[in-house]
Every structure is written in structure tokens, then in C-alpha cells.
């Protein structure tokens, strides 16, 4: 059975600024700081404090359960600049080993084919998962966190 439940989290982008004019200009290198705060099962667009995303989740959540949010946090950027600390949102579960594993299979993966596109293959308990944005010419996994949240 699929649910919509709605990640809430801080998000800021620091840096990024031109360090030179020009159509070619390098720029100063961006820091983004993404936390997880709580998940709610209906969408807080009007009531919230922070940002939020639908995610899919294959279970039926309740108010006052904990679950685990995976998160992959990279890096990217281009000839012009670097951004540290971009996330991909891997999915939300509400098993703390099956959050784990997912965490280990990645960096796993990531450690053993860096740069293979296709080859971490996400448990189809992970609807939202979308490819993996941690590999690329530019990317880099940092690492991938997994955080235990409340659900509102």
C-alpha cells in the first residue's frame, strides 16, 4: 500500500557568488545545510516552518510513530564552482535496519564501482528513489544519513 507523507526539513544554500565577471566567471564554492525535522502525514503548505517534500512510502503511518529518513548527501558542481553537501532523498521507512541496510548498500556500492550509473539497485520499498545523484563526472557521495523522525 502506498502513502504520500511530507519530509520536513531546514534548508540553506550559502555561497556561490561570482568571483569574476564575465560569461565564463568562476564562483565561490556553495555550502548547502539540509536537516530533517518531522514527517507529517498531511501537507503542512499552510502551517509550515520549514521546507517539505511529498515522499511515497510503502506503509501506513501514524501519528506519534518514529521512522527513518535515508538521505545521500553529495557534492557537484561544474568547471565554475562546487556545491558541497546537495542531497538526495532516498526514501522513509519505518524499520531502523531496513533504513541501515539501504545506508550501507550505498556507500557499499559507492566505494566498490565508483562512476557506474545503474548499479545500486534500491529495495522496492524505495518508491521515490530516482538515480543515483551522488555519481557523475562532477559528483561525489559525502556520506548518507539516517535520521529518526517523528511523524506529526
Not at 534548508?11 to 548547502?32: F, K, M, N, P, V
Not at 526514501?91 to 545503474?118: L, P, Q, S, V, W
Request: glycine share 8%.
Amino acid at each position: 500500500m502506498k502513502n504520500t507523507v511530507y519530509l520536513e526539513y531546514f534548508y540553506r544554500r550559502d555561497g556561490g557568488e561570482a568571483l569574476s565577471s564575465g560569461r565564463w566567471a568562476d564562483h565561490a564554492d556553495t555550502h548547502i545545510d539540509f536537516s530533517p525535522r518531522c514527517v507529517h502525514i498531511v501537507d503542512p503548505t499552510e502551517n509550515r516552518r520549514h521546507m517539505t517534500d511529498g515522499v511515497i512510502v510503502n506503509f501506513v503511518p501514524k501519528a506519534g510513530d518514529t521512522v527513518w529518513s535515508v538521505v545521500a548527501r553529495y557534492q557537484t558542481g561544474s568547471t565554475f564552482g562546487t556545491i558541497y553537501g546537495d542531497y538526495s532523498i532516498v526514501g522513509i521507512y519505518n524499520d531502523a535496519n531496513k533504513a541501515d541496510d539501504i545506508r550501507k548498500a550505498i556507500e557499499n556500492d559507492y566505494r566498490c564501482k565508483t562512476k557506474e550509473h545503474g548499479s545500486f539497485k534500491p529495495p522496492h520499498e524505495s518508491p521515490n528513489y530516482s538515480g543515483e545523484s551522488w555519481k557523475g563526472y562532477f559528483e561525489r557521495l559525502e556520506g548518507v544519513e539516517v535520521d529518526s523522525l517523528l511523524v506529526k
